[in-house]
């Protein structure tokens, strides 16, 4: 059983910084990919920024230049700081990662319950 435990969201005014927080726990052997997700209400989830285990990254346009992601391979915690935050990043940010909980098993996707992350203008 392996489960991924987000923490770190809050109301914060528009400017303001938050660090959000994922840790996964369980039967895991080793994590490949770990990235944060969002949804806004009456739209899709969409990628926000995604780090691979030899640390490569990647960024929706949208928040380039103002989030970083960031991980700790030994507490299998990935991180999101985000600055410079707007109106429009209100959303319920999902942490996700491929594990494999075998060591020659294939990895799988899981997802974290969700925190709600909210900026007001």
């Known amino acids: 059983q392996v489960q991924l435990v987000e923490s770190g969201g809050a109301l914060v005014q528009a400017g303001g910084s938050l660090r959000l927080s994922c840790a996964a726990s369980g039967s895991i052997f080793s994590i490949n990919a770990m990235g944060w997700y969002r949804q806004a209400p009456g739209k899709q989830r969409e990628l926000v920024a995604k780090?691979?285990?030899?640390?490569?990254?990647n960024y929706a346009d949208s928040v380039k230049g103002r989030f970083t992601i960031s991980r700790d391979n030994a507490k299998n915690t990935v991180y999101l700081q985000m600055n410079s935050l707007k109106p429009e990043d209100t959303a319920v940010y999902y942490c996700?990662?491929?594990?494999?909980?075998?060591?020659?098993?294939?990895?799988?996707?899981?997802w974290g319950q969700g925190t709600q992350v909210t900026v007001s203008s």
């Open positions: 780090i691979t285990s030899g640390r490569s990254t």
């Open positions: 996700n990662a491929a594990i494999a909980t075998l060591r020659t098993g294939p990895l799988y996707s899981y």
